[in-house]
Nanobody, 117 residues
Framework: QVQLVESGGGSVHAGGSLRLSCAAS??????MGWYRRAPGKQRELVAR???????NYADFVTGRFTISRDYAQNTVYLQMNNLMPEDTAVYYC?????????????WGPGTQVTVSS
């Protein structure tokens, strides 16, 4: 079992910044990531980081968002700069416990990010 505690969401104007945090506890986590679900849309990957520090980003955030991880604190961060109204969504933290497809994954409850124009 992995418990995830998210923080850092909020409301900003376009061009503003927010930093999301997600602290994991419990079982070993090998990769963590942030996903988002905008109103009327499916949940999509925003950024992901592996235990070796390898990162991948969705095309729509490259250059604006940065994912990082504090391995000692088992916490993943998402620094979001130059936010745009289309970034408005509920952001979810995801923890992966293994490379096998059947390995359990865990989701945080989500944190709302609202960007006004």
């Amino acid at each position: 079992q992995v418990q995830l505690v998210e923080s850092g969401g909020g409301s900003v104007h376009a061009g503003g910044s927010l930093r999301l945090s997600c602290a994991a506890s419990g079982s070993t986590v090998i990769a963590m990531g942030w996903y988002r679900r905008a109103p009327g849309k499916q949940r999509e990957l925003v950024a992901r980081i592996t235990s070796r520090g390898r990162t991948n980003y969705a095309d729509f955030v490259t250059g604006r968002f940065t994912i990082s991880r504090d391995y000692a604190q088992n916490t993943v961060y998402l620094q979001m700069n130059n936010l745009m109204p289309e970034d408005t969504a509920v952001y979810y933290c995801k923890a992966e416990t293994g490379v096998a497809i059947e390995s359990p994954v865990y989701w945080g409850p989500g944190t709302q990010v609202t960007v006004s124009s």
